[in-house]
């Protein structure tokens, strides 16, 4: 069946613009994470979805970071008034639920985004 | 609060050599611990898990990894590398707690760089 996916592969943009990167969780699955992966901070927690509860955004790093997640499903991360140190690739991963230990993360294989 | 460290940020084995991946926790509450694999461009694929059932915990692909609670430790091995298993390797944690954790928002290590050589 069909992984994570998501769009775009890469993005290149530049310093000040605003940035829409989309996550397709795989279907069913009621859990959906975003990470950030970059040089310097290895692997952080962004926010998480479940179900219709409210996403825990303890992991957000500003107020320029917001994410939604519509009908359960597709989830936007938006960055506003982007910044060099932004640059990263962001992974998106779901799971069937995420309150059980049995339900492990299927990572989608990310977005690079670059900010000039 | 949780921390996890990987000792050795680069590890270079001969094929067919043990590997051993080291991975030391922190944490407040009984962890749940991970191994992921990372290859290039791709995303990051679950290893194995330890989740208080048995300390010694095998995986795809020929890994395993025992947890160690005196040592605080979940160290992955392979008994012998093959090319195939060259990637970047990260260790997770997950904590538990009365009011149900989320076992998908994991504090990683920095990741290992897995090079096998002929």
């Known amino acids: 069946g069909a992984g994570v996916s998501q769009s775009p592969s890469n993005k290149v943009t530049e310093k000040g613009k605003d940035v829409e990167l989309r996550c397709d969780p795989i279907s069913g699955h009621t859990a959906l994470y975003w990470y950030r992966q970059s040089l310097g901070q290895g692997l952080e927690f962004l926010i998480y979805?479940?179900?219709?509860?409210?996403?825990?955004k303890s992991g957000l790093p500003s107020d320029r970071f917001s994410a939604e997640r519509t009908g359960g499903s597709v989830s936007t991360l938006t960055i506003q008034r982007t910044q060099q140190e932004d640059s990263a690739v962001y992974l998106c991963?779901?799971?069937?639920?995420?309150?059980?230990?049995?339900?492990?993360?299927?990572f989608g294989n990310g977005t690079r985004l670059t900010v000039t | 609060a949780q921390s996890v460290t990987q000792l050795g940020s680069h590890v270079s084995v001969s094929e067919g050599a043990l590997v051993l991946l080291r991975c030391n926790y922190s944490?407040?509450?009984?962890?749940?611990l991970f191994w992921y694999v990372q290859y290039p461009n791709q995303g990051l694929q679950l290893l194995l898990k330890?989740?208080?059932?048995?300390?010694l915990v095998k995986g795809i692909n020929g890994f395993e990894a025992e947890f160690k609670k005196s040592e605080t430790s979940f160290h992955l091995t392979k008994p012998s590398a093959h090319m195939s298993d060259a990637a970047e390797y990260f260790c997770a944690v997950s904590g538990r707690n009365a009011g149900g954790t989320s076992y998908g928002k994991l504090t990683f290590g920095q990741g290992t760089i897995l090079t096998v050589h002929p």
């Open positions: 991963a779901s799971s069937l639920e995420a309150t059980y230990y049995n339900s492990p993360l299927h």
């Open positions: 330890y989740t208080s059932a048995a300390t």
């Open positions: 979805f479940q179900g219709n509860s409210a996403p825990d």
């Open positions: 944490s407040s509450v009984p962890p749940y």
